[in-house]
């Protein structure tokens, strides 16, 4: 279960987040978590979450981390470098108790701004509410160019974006 102290958010005040890291040894806490959001984002589709949550826990091309803001985890991002460079969203949420306070906006311009250059991502057919975000964010951060939107990487997802981030 993730951390929901009474210690952290204080919803209006500071929309601070921190990532940090999500070691392999977390998996056990890391699995009901992303099963969870695997089935808001995608719920018809049969998807091995301990493979998945193995994958992006391990392997050298994934960046997993937990976002929080004091001691509580707001959500998760998961980015997978790809071989040419570009940088790719896999998976980004904030858990529902936490939406609509700015921790979103906010744990995207932290996540982007680490891993400046080329991004792509895919945005769920079963979250209309997400693709909304992106489109907002993205457009709002003066580090983000090029924004471009495309056709799905899936066929669990409605569309896509394309986009630049520069460093600071």
Not at 34 to 59: C, F
Not at 61 to 89: C, K, M, T, Y
Not at 131 to 141: Q, R
Not at 148 to 165: D, E, I, L, R, Y
Request: charged share 20%; glycine share 8%.
């Amino acid at each position: 279960m993730y951390n929901t102290s009474p210690t952290g958010p204080v919803f209006g005040q500071d929309h601070g987040v921190d990532l940090h890291p999500i070691a392999p040894e977390e998996q056990p806490r890391f699995l009901p978590v992303i099963a969870r959001y695997l089935m808001e984002i995608a719920p018809s589709a049969d998807q091995d979450v301990i493979k998945k949550s193995r994958r992006v826990l391990n392997r050298q091309d994934h960046r997993s981390f937990w976002l929080r803001n004091g001691q509580a985890d707001l959500g998760f991002a998961i980015v997978l470098l790809l071989p040419e460079g570009q940088a790719e969203l896999s998976d980004f949420t904030i858990f529902p108790q936490f939406r609509r306070y700015g921790f979103g906006r906010a744990a995207a311009t932290q996540l982007l701004t680490r891993f400046p250059g080329q991004w792509r991502m895919g945005v769920s057919s079963a979250s209309p509410d997400a693709a909304a975000f992106w489109g907002t964010c993205l457009s709002s951060m003066p580090n983000v160019a090029k924004v471009k939107t495309g056709a799905p990487f899936t066929a669990c997802q409605s569309k896509s974006f394309n986009f630049w981030v520069s460093a600071n």
